[in-house]
């Protein structure tokens, strides 16, 4: 069955550094991968969405790299901050349909 | 960007009561609205696609009778929890999409937490 992974484990980053997020997927072949940021209680806001073709995408401190070989996506912040601290969320799916499969995120804490 | 407001954002409800959620898109037309239920530090389960002037597609395993779905309009969807049971307690959320599947961004309501006592 089509399953997505994300680490469980809360990620503790000093306030400046790269925070990096991995999204593994196993039984799926995506068209695309979308990442989302959800803040406790909130609903979840898009952030950035990299296609197969593509091995990168870049959008201000943020940065998606996608191996469709590995079945990878990893999620960068650069000079991480403490309001980067929330959940994040990777999602994939198929031109298709509008309907996507969720990862249950990760736990991003920044610390000051 | 494109907004969706969902309401009530908490409800607290007796159980065998009825509940209703609305979820309208602001500034955009959806054709296509999505409801979800999310447990605590769990992914976002897809509970049915909202069609708008036509019958809800549901997810297998979610009863049909027990979540109603009306999208009556372009910009507005509810889900009503009928009858509703401690074990429906929740955080619901609804999502439309803007654009073309190509594109592929999903915008969410803030979500309803609903508590059945």
């Known amino acids: 069955s089509q399953k997505i992974e994300q680490n469980s484990e809360a990620l503790n980053i000093q306030e400046g550094k790269t925070a990096t997020l991995t999204c593994n997927y196993t039984?799926?072949?995506?068209?695309?991968l979308q990442w989302y940021r959800q803040d406790p209680g909130r609903g979840p806001v898009f952030l950035l969405l990299?296609?197969?073709n593509e091995k990168e995408k870049r959008k201000e401190r943020l940065k998606v790299t996608f191996d469709t070989t590995l079945k990878q996506s990893l999620f960068h912040i650069t000079a991480s901050q403490p309001a980067d601290s929330a959940t994040y969320l990777c999602?994939?799916?198929?031109?298709?349909?509008?309907?996507?499969?969720w990862g249950a995120g990760t736990k991003l804490i920044i610390k000051p | 960007g494109a907004v969706v407001s969902q309401h009530p954002s908490r409800v607290i409800c007796k159980s065998g009561t009825s509940v209703k959620i609305e979820c309208r898109s602001l500034d955009f037309q959806a054709t296509t609205m999505f409801w979800y239920r999310q447990f605590p530090k769990q992914s976002l389960m897809l509970m049915a696609t909202?069609?708008?002037?036509?019958?809800?597609?549901?997810e297998q395993g979610v009863e049909k009778d027990k979540f109603l779905i009306n999208h009556a309009s372009l910009t507005l969807s509810t889900l009503t929890v009928t009858s509703a049971h401690p074990e429906d307690s929740s955080f619901y959320i609804c999502s439309a999409m803007h654009g073309t599947v190509h594109t592929g961004e999903l915008f969410f309501g803030e979500g309803s937490r609903l508590t059945v006592l």
């Open positions: 999602a994939l799916g198929r031109d298709s349909n509008y309907q996507l499969i």
């Open positions: 909202s069609n708008e002037g036509s019958k809800a597609t549901y």
């Open positions: 990299i296609r197969e």
């Open positions: 039984n799926y072949s995506p068209a695309y």
